[in-house]
């Protein structure tokens, strides 16, 4: 028994005269798994519960993905892999399976209420050969819900186990079929046709497999009567119709693509299917075949050139004074699901309490603010931004704007839009008062009172209730001070 497969169990079964392997390695994170610095940050072992983890008491781990490896010395084939996590209540970590550096399969620990309970994870048709190194991957982090210290605990990535359970697997006797996962996909340009017009068909074949080459594929296609079968040197027609198009072998992760015309020869709806096969078994058949449906007619279907804007319009503010600028934000959509939009443009037209200042993409003409927009394709937005100042008081100022394309359009009601400010006259409040105290006394230091000397225009009014009203009363007191001396004067030249 080789050093980390702690359950190896084969089975044999004969069906007719070929075998029938299966096989379960199952290995211990802490023991079996040597390398355990192979990721971003490093794992430890946490023997108290049989597991790897993450040192979240390091910042600087926290949020990254530690990896530990082996390498795989059992028999190749298509193995389910399972991941045994625990569920810590401070966090929902991620666990991910890798092949020879490619992750292959992830999933993410469900919440947990409390800590250590097992969960698994498992990865099914994974293509492995023998010599792969296999990693099992997790990740630090936290809900915010565990008050820790300063902030919050970390859950720490912990697993303990990694199962491989073999779904098809090669060993001897030699010339044992190798497993692949080929894929298929049919297309046309043309979902409606005309009698007599030809049909374009694309077919793509893909291999799926990391590890498997696909020998010998095979498509079949099967055209419906009333699409009269081509002449073709990929495929070979049958008596009941029916093309086989043999392919050349597709390496791993490849593909190859070829096509099949047609011509229409009566009208309805035709259903045209291929079915893809290869030497090698396919444990995922799900994808082995496609199909796509033509309608022919008798006239050519008309042709939609329509599409449909959309125009909304906002302003940064809704309320301003004169003299202030405002910026308005229009969105175009084109809300057509096929269609594209060419020259798209907006027009705007301003109220005379409002002047144009400024875009990027849009010219003040007489009349209006034109915008020239670039093609819009399906669902696709632009967006246009202006600025604009006040220039009168006005209660209702209201801005109207409509947009168009060089397309037809059914739906016209929401081409337009509209928005509404106001505009106030400048309020006393926002004039800073003048003070009729010379400047060099504001800024000296020959003064009792340093924080008022320092302090700013807006600051004096505050306190002292108004530039020119501060300053009558500093006249009057200073009037009423020298009057006082002159009587003083008086009174003792009176005596004497």
């Known amino acids: 028994m080789k050093l980390g497969v702690k359950l190896f169990t084969i089975a044999i079964a004969l069906t007719g005269l070929t075998p029938l392997w299966a096989a379960t390695f199952t290995y211990e994170a802490v023991n079996d798994f040597t390398d355990i610095d192979a990721g971003e940050v490093p794992y430890y072992r946490h023997n108290g519960v ?265 302003a940064d503010k809704e309320q301003l004074e004169v003299g202030d600028t405002l910026t308005y934000t229009l969105d175009v959509t084109n809300l057509h699901k096929t269609n594209i939009a060419t020259s798209p443009g907006v027009g705007i037209s301003l109220p005379d309490s409002l002047q144009f200042v400024a875009s990027d993409i849009c010219t003040d003409t007489t009349e209006i603010v034109q915008c020239d927009l670039q093609e819009l394709p399906p669902s696709k937005s632009a967006t246009v931004q202006f600025t604009a100042t006040a220039i009168k008081v006005d209660s209702y100022s209201q801005l109207f704007a409509t947009t168009t394309s060089a397309q037809t359009e059914n739906i016209v009601t929401n081409n337009e839009a509209q928005i509404v400010t106001v505009i106030n006259t400048k309020t006393l409040q926002n004039i800073v008062p003048v003070t009729n105290q010379p400047a060099e006394t504001v800024n000296s230091t020959d003064t009792d009172n340093p924080a008022e000397t320092n302090s700013t225009p807006e600051t004096q009014t505050k306190s002292s209730g108004g530039g020119i009203l501060h300053s009558s009363i500093l006249i009057l007191l200073l009037l009423r001070l020298y009057m006082t001396g002159i009587r003083s004067q008086f009174n003792r030249q009176k005596k004497s």
Not at 144 to 171: C, H, Q, S
């Open 50 to 314: 049989n597991a790897l983890a993450i040192n979240a008491g390091v910042e600087a781990f926290r949020g990254k993905f530690a990896r530990a490896t082996l390498t795989f010395e059992g028999s190749p084939g298509v193995y389910n892999v399972t991941i045994t996590a625990l569920g810590e209540i401070d966090g929902d970590g991620e666990f991910r399976f890798l092949v020879d550096g490619a992750v292959v399969g992830s999933a993410v620990n469900a919440p947990a209420d409390k800590d250590y309970g097992e969960q698994q994870h498992t990865f099914e048709n994974i293509s492995i050969p023998t010599g792969a190194l296999l990693g099992v991957e997790s990740i630090a982090v936290s809900n915010d819900t565990i008050p820790e210290g300063d902030g919050y605990a970390f859950a720490r990535g912990r697993w303990t186990t990694l199962t491989l359970e073999a779904v098809a697997i090669n060993i001897d006797p030699p010339g044992q079929i190798e497993p692949v996962d080929l894929n298929v996909t049919l297309n046309t340009t043309s979902s409606a046709v005309t009698l007599g017009d030809e049909v374009v068909y694309t077919v793509v074949v893909e291999n799926l497999s990391e590890h498997f080459v696909a020998t010998n594929p095979l498509v079949q296609v099967t055209l419906p009567t009333g699409l009269e079968k081509p002449a073709s040197t990929a495929c070979t027609e049958t008596d009941a119709g029916t093309l086989f198009c043999a392919l050349s072998e597709i390496a791993t992760n490849g593909s190859t693509t070829f096509t099949v015309t047609a011509t229409a020869t009566t009208v309805g709806e035709k259903l045209v299917s291929v079915v893809i096969s290869a030497d090698q078994e396919d444990n995922v058949a799900n994808n082995n075949s496609s199909s796509i449906t033509t309608l022919v007619e008798n006239e050519a279907p008309a042709v939609d050139s329509t599409v449909d804007l959309q125009l909304t319009i906002s």
